[in-house]
Nanobody, 123 residues
Framework: QVQLVESGGGLVQAGGSLRLSCAAS????????MGWFRQAPGKEREFVAA????????YAADSMKDRFTISRDNAKNMVYLQLNSLKPEDTAVYYC????????????????WGQGTQVTVSS
């Protein structure tokens, strides 16, 4: 069983940055691909980025890869999402998730989810 707790969301002006954190309880954290998703009101949950268990491979959605960066620290059981050059359309609840599927890119492949952290970008 994996428990995930996100933090770091908040209100930021357009063009600003935030760093989201996700703390994981898994004893074998490095076995899991970790991903970030987001969901805006009235929209479906959207893939943001994923990183392999070792952290050696990662990727992000094409529309976000130039501004958002995923990373992890297996020694601390942490995964991060750096959000730069934020836009109002980035406003959403951001979720951390864990999967045993290598570099899973779809939400249905993730077995463990955090409660989410709200990111609001003002214009």
């Amino acid at each position: 069983q994996v428990q995930l707790v996100e933090s770091g969301g908040g209100l930021v002006q357009a063009g600003g940055s935030l760093r989201l954190s996700c703390a994981a309880s898994a004893r074998t954290f490095s076995r899991y691909t970790m991903g970030w998703f987001r969901q805006a009101p009235g929209k479906e949950r959207e893939f943001v980025a994923a990183i392999s268990g070792s952290g050696s491979t990662k990727y992000a959605a094409d529309s976000m890869k130039d501004r958002f960066t995923i990373s992890r620290d297996n020694a601390k059981n942490m995964v991060y999402l750096q959000l730069n050059s934020l836009k109002p359309e980035d406003t959403a609840v951001y979720y951390c998730a864990g999967s045993i599927t290598y570099l899973a890119g779809h939400s249905r492949l993730y077995d463990y989810w955090g409660q989410g952290t709200q990111v609001t970008v003002s214009s």
